[in-house]
C-alpha cells in the first residue's frame, strides 16, 4: 500500500470546471493511478485511470471528452481535469492506486477491488 492524499474538490455550476490533484510519496512504486466516484447508496464507479509507466489513459463511457486523468512524475502526483460539469457528476471522489500493471486488460482499470490504495476522498457538487 501507498500513501495518497486528494484534494480540490468543490461546488461548481453546471458546464463549469474543477480540478481535482492526488499527491503520493514516491509514484514510481504504482502502475495504475485511477478517480473513482461514489453516491450514497452506489456502488463506487470507476471514472478514469492512467497507466503511470507509459501514460495510457482509460476513462468511464460518461466522462469521455470532458475529464482528463494526468500524472507529473516528477511530483508524484495525478490529476482529474474535470469540463462540461453536469449535476449527475456530483459525488465523492477518490483516488486510487494500484500495483497490479495488468489493469489495463478488460477494462480491470475500473474495478475497485483491483486497486489497494485509496485516498480519504473530496467532494464535489455540481449544481446551479
Known amino acids: 500500500q501507498v500513501q495518497l492524499m486528494d484534494s480540490g474538490g468543490g461546488s461548481e455550476a453546471p458546464g463549469g470546471s474543477l480540478s481535482l490533484s492526488c499527491a503520493t510519496p514516491?509514484?514510481?512504486?504504482?502502475?495504475?493511478m485511477a478517480w473513482f466516484r461514489q453516491t450514497p447508496g452506489k456502488e463506487r464507479e470507476g471514472v478514469a485511470a492512467i497507466y503511470v509507466n507509459w501514460g495510457t489513459t482509460y476513462y468511464a463511457d460518461s466522462v469521455k471528452g470532458r475529464f482528463t486523468i494526468s500524472k507529473d512524475n516528477a511530483r508524484h502526483a495525478a490529476y482529474l481535469q474535470m469540463n462540461s460539469l453536469k449535476p449527475e457528476d456530483s459525488a465523492m471522489y477518490y483516488c486510487a492506486a494500484a500495483s497490479d500493471g495488468t489493469l489495463w486488460y478488460n477494462n480491470a482499470w475500473s474495478v475497485p477491488g483491483r486497486y489497494n490504495s485509496w485516498g480519504q476522498g473530496t467532494q464535489v457538487t455540481v449544481s446551479s
Open positions: 514516491d509514484i514510481t512504486k504504482i502502475r495504475f
